[in-house]
């Protein structure tokens, strides 16, 4: 059987079960949380004149999510074991 | 060679570079013979994009340079390969296609990507370029755009947010160039919707993907031509974009075998050569080079009558013609001087030397024989030319390294004869790749290759695929039939690409060169472990030194010592002087190495996660050693880049807890049930490994006792460079990372093996700094004796350690057959026995059930076997028996020398088992069913 993007949509949506959930929040947010790193990296070793004030604005996004990251893997691996 | 290198860094490289590209894309498509077709291709996936991306990184140093160009083409076409195994998109001709655009974008459009002004005449005409190169590109991409579906809901939803995190990114940038006027913007701006159209097509189920890719490319396209136009833009480059036009059309071509098609491309063809022709050859070949270079002359140029190449941004330059120097007289020739002689006449012994011992070990070569092999290994069959070779090279090598002055040639010259006698001598000698393992691997990537997905539920190492998909791409786009043709080798190729990361690391510390030069030789005759062989984690270990070294070379803080730190250290009640003390020893800051410009930096944190990325995506344990020593470093302060670390970290434990669900569904119990085992893993992975025969407890032994006294050697090191008031502290940060692992995994008893490798760039540091001082040579005879008499150890005792598993490692010729005959006779299906390990599974991996039978072999129970032989589940049973596996039991289970002679003639003698082949070191027997009623 093979999907296409709106039939996988759908059915994540359908399913609308907690690993889904996690599947595709988590994804979101990992990713978010990787590109979100990787653009405060590269503004704090640019330091250009603005980048401070833009970096701390990136700090404040990245606190939750690095909050919510290992939860998201604990919880994972927590619901593989059951 | 250096020659080369500075043609290569200046002029040359962008053309040969483009060359390359057109060549490897022409022969995966025009049918040119394999002999030609694999080396130009593996070439070019091998180093061409990264070394195309390097050139505009501003890193600098040739030795950066090899291993980042190979580093990142290696893990960009791996992680490019993994992601469309995962959409359901494998297809080798649309990645090379993928990576053609990538390098002949890169080359074409550097001042963009080096953020340069845009004005400038040449960044209008490459972006231009770049333009027409990326939309050929994407006319590649749409044609295999129609009809593509997901595999499974997950990867369906995982592109779909990829599309649109794309037109997110468009929009904005969009809205940045109508702010900025910002041209890279508009260029994201116009791209990146094309690229996402097919996604966002299969959202919206439109009827053609393609078609709708197509739209948008034009629309992208068109709107940088207007805006260029606009803008006062120039045409040029336009013989370079024809040639690669040609090239990229004939791939079309073969994904398009219409006649109409057909004709098109003709055409295509017949007016391109014209313009070529046109235009003129001189042009054709100078197009490589950037416009932005002019050759313009200083006064003291003119004096001298010479020109240089400057860099003129933003402006057309009249390019001044360059005085003809005075003819000089023959009088007034320069002659080097008495010194310069003197100077340079000391590399002609050195390079006698290496003739020499290479002469050595190629007449040596010949007198091995393989199947003489007793349980000590290769050793028991090497010529003493061959252990000779090696000693009369690291002699020369250390005389090389008593000089006053630094010559890197000399000394690169030794390594790499030094790697070709360690590690070409097996591969020479024995013809085939040793170990069954290499062969499955080789099956992995086949299996990759013909179905383009991913046997996760037949191998936990699918769900860490990168390496087997790199193989599989490389294999197909070659024209191989195997990654088996190219396999044997890998211990070579991977220990030179060791040695490049070393010296980087080495010098990044700030090392001395004699030091950093007598560590790499060290490291590669204490390099017996053997995980250099056809696997994910040789590359791994590539990738790790790699990011090490682009971490300490680019990164290190000159001052890590904290003081609130060394304060909360001296508070500790009575340990507390003790504590501050040794803080204050291991951060003794290194010297600084040159620290690129802050684009280059950034590029240098780009490719350390891609490198990275590649790495998690391929192997186990490699990505968390990686973490760890990072980690490890930004906690200690040795780096800056914390974050970094942080986000390596995150992708690594991302990668397991998402696309390894399949293998830690079924062990994640297991696996947490070893956290805190420490004796366990201990006993599991050295106490337990000592068993099999008298030879080979010896050769065991052996290892223990090298392994041993190089730690012990590498601790009485650490204790003299502090004595000297040398550096210690990131050496032993990254030495110390990985150790805190053994409490939580057994690794399948390999955990203290791979933590020696991990260990080793560090301890060949030690325990050459013992001997080699910063800035000054040996000058103790006392110290030059000790130094020949480890030496003399070492040249012997690395054959011994390296190669002790020979006799059963090596697989032979006629072995080879008799799998091979196998393969044909059995139908899908089957289950095919063995004792215990065959060279098998190169193919049809997933067709058959394999079984060892080590148990009944031991015990001589041949009727037990035929019974379970005789299951009417498989449609037919074959049970082969070869030279390897009676020196497998010999070796490892102690079995005696007669046990084999007779249980084959037990089976020999067995009605229901029927000869089908034999040789002299194989043979395959058929179970006889029973007639059916």
């Known amino acids: ?82 | 060679v250096v020659t080369w290198a500075k043609f290569a860094a200046g002029r040359g490289l962008p053309t040969l570079l483009a060359s390359s590209t057109i060549a490897a894309v022409l022969c995966t498509t025009i049918g040119v013979p394999t002999v030609v077709r694999a080396p130009i291709v593996v070439g070019f996936i091998a180093a061409g994009p990264g070394l195309a991306l390097v050139r505009v990184m501003k890193l600098g140093g040739l030795p950066a340079v090899a291993m980042l160009s190979v580093g990142l083409s290696l893990a960009l076409a791996g992680i490019v390969g993994t992601a469309q195994v995962y959409a359901g998109l494998w297809s080798p001709i649309a990645l090379l296609a993928i990576l053609a655009s990538l390098t002949m974008a890169t080359i074409l459009a550097d001042p963009w990507l080096a953020g340069r002004a845009w004005d400038s005449t040449a960044s209008r005409l490459r972006t231009q370029l770049t333009a027409v190169l990326v939309a050929v590109s994407g006319l590649l991409l749409l044609v295999g755009a129609d009809g593509w579906t997901f595999g499974s809901p997950g990867s369906a939803v995982v592109v779909g947010v990829v599309a649109l995190a794309m037109v997110a990114v468009a929009i904005a940038s969009f809205l940045a160039f109508v702010a900025r006027g910002s041209f890279q913007s508009l260029v994201v701006a116009s791209l990146l919707p094309s690229a996402a159209m097919p996604l966002i097509a299969g959202f919206v189920h439109a009827t053609s993907p393609g078609a709708a890719t197509a739209l948008a490319l034009a629309t992208g396209f068109g709107t940088i031509a207007a805006v260029r136009v606009a803008r006062g833009g120039g045409w040029g480059l336009e013989s370079m974009c024809a040639a690669a036009l040609v090239a990229l059309v004939i791939l079309i071509a073969r994904l398009l075998p219409s006649a109409s098609g057909l004709v098109g491309v003709m055409l295509l063809v017949l007016g391109g050569g014209t313009w070529l022709i046109a235009t003129g050859g001189r042009r054709a070949v100078g197009l490589a080079w950037p416009l932005t270079r002019h050759r313009g002359m200083t006064e003291g140029d003119r004096v001298r009558g010479r020109a240089t190449t400057r860099y003129v941004p933003g402006r057309r330059v009249r390019m001044a013609q360059p005085a003809r120097p005075e003819s000089p007289g023959h009088d007034e020739v320069r002659r080097p001087a008495a010194t310069d002689l003197r100077r340079e006449i000391w590399r002609l012994p050195a390079l006698l030397a290496i003739a020499l011992s290479l002469a050595l070990w190629l007449s040596g070569l010949g007198g091995i024989d393989v199947e003489r092999m007793n349980d000590l290994g290769l050793i028991s069959v090497l010529p003493a030319q061959v252990i000779l070779a090696v000693f009369v090279l690291s002699v020369s090598m250390f005389a090389s390294l008593l000089r006053r002055e630094p010559h890197g040639l000399v000394p690169a010259l030794h390594v790499v004869a030094l790697v070709a006698i360690l590690f070409a001598t097996p591969v020479i000698a024995e013809g085939l790749p040793a170990g069954t393992t290499t062969y499955l691997h080789s099956g992995f990537a086949e299996y990759i290759a013909r179905t383009g997905t991913l046997a996760v539920d037949l191998d936990a190492r699918f769900d860490w695929p990168g390496f087997f998909v790199l193989t599989a791409a490389i294999t197909q786009l070659a024209g191989l039939d195997s990654a088996l043709a190219f396999a044997s080798w890998a211990p070579v190729a991977f220990n030179l690409l060791f040695v490049v990361a070393l010296w980087l690391l080495y010098r990044g510390l700030g090392l001395d060169w004699r030091l950093a030069w007598a560590a790499i030789w060290l490291f590669e005759l204490g390099n017996w472990i053997g995980q250099d062989y056809f696997a994910p984690q040789a590359l791994a270990y590539f990738l790790y030194l790699a990011i090490l070294a682009a971490a300490v070379a680019w990164f290190r803080n000159e001052r890590p010592r904290v003081e609130a730190v060394a304060r909360i250290l001296r508070s500790i009640p009575a340990l507390g002087r003790l504590a501050a003390r040794l803080y204050d020893a291991i951060e003794i800051p290194e010297r600084a190495s040159r620290i690129p410009p802050p684009e280059g930096l950034a590029s240098a944190i780009l490719a350390i996660v891609v490198l990275f990325t590649f790495v998690a995506i391929s192997h186990q344990l490699t990505p968390f050693l990686t973490v760890m020593a990072l980690l490890a470093l930004a906690i200690m302060n040795h780096i800056s880049i914390g974050r970094t670390a942080v986000l390596l970290g995150v992708i690594a434990t991302a990668w397991v807890s998402y696309a390894t669900l399949p293998f830690l569904s079924g062990h994640l119990a297991a696996l947490l049930a070893q956290i805190g085992q420490l004796g366990r893993t201990v006993s599991q992975n050295v106490t337990g490994r000592i068993v099999g025969s008298a030879d080979h407890q010896l050769i065991l032994s052996l290892r223990l006792g090298f392994t041993l006294a190089l730690w012990a050697s590498a601790g009485l090191g650490v204790l003299i460079r502090m004595r000297r008031g040398q550096p210690v502290g990131t050496l032993v940060i990254v030495a110390a990372a990985p150790l805190p692992l053994v409490a939580f995994q057994g690794y399948g008893g390999e955990l203290v093996l791979r933590l020696y490798l991990f260990s080793l760039p560090v301890v060949a540091v030690f325990v050459a700094g013992a001997v080699f001082r910063e800035g000054q040579p040996v000058r103790s005879w006392i110290e030059r004796g000790i130094v020949v008499l480890a030496l003399a150890i070492m040249s012997v005792s690395f054959f011994a350690t390296r190669y002790g598993n020979e006799r059963s490692d090596a697989v032979t010729p006629l072995e080879f057959d008799a799998v091979s005959a196998m393969y044909d006779i059995a139908p899908p299906g089957s289950l095919l026995v063995t004792a215990y390990d065959a060279p098998w599974k190169f193919e049809k991996v997933e067709l058959y059930s394999y079984v060892s039978i080590s148990q009944e072999f031991v015990t001589g129970n041949e009727a037990g076997l035929v019974s379970a032989m005789s299951s009417l589940r498989y449609p037919a049973a074959y049970l082969l028996l070869t030279r390897r596996e009676e020196a497998f039991g010999e070796m490892f289970s102690g079995l005696d020398p007669t046990a084999w002679d007779a249980f084959v003639a037990k089976v020999d003698g067995e009605p229901r088992l029927q000869l089908l082949y034999r040789n002299d070191d194989a043979a395959l027997w058929s179970v006889v069913r029973a007639a059916g009623p």
Do not use: K
């Open chain 1, 1 to 82: 059987m093979t999907w296409t993007i709106t039939a996988g949509v759908a059915a994540s949506t359908r399913a609308n079960s907690f690993a889904a959930l996690s599947s595709t929040v988590g994804a979101i947010l990992i990713g978010l949380l990787v590109v979100l790193l990787l653009l405060r990296e590269l503004r704090r070793i640019r330091a250009r004149p603005g980048d401070r004030e833009a970096g701390e604005v990136i700090d404040v996004l990245l606190a939750p999510l690095l909050l919510a990251y290992p939860l998201i893997v604990v919880v994972r691996l927590l619901l593989l074991l059951q």
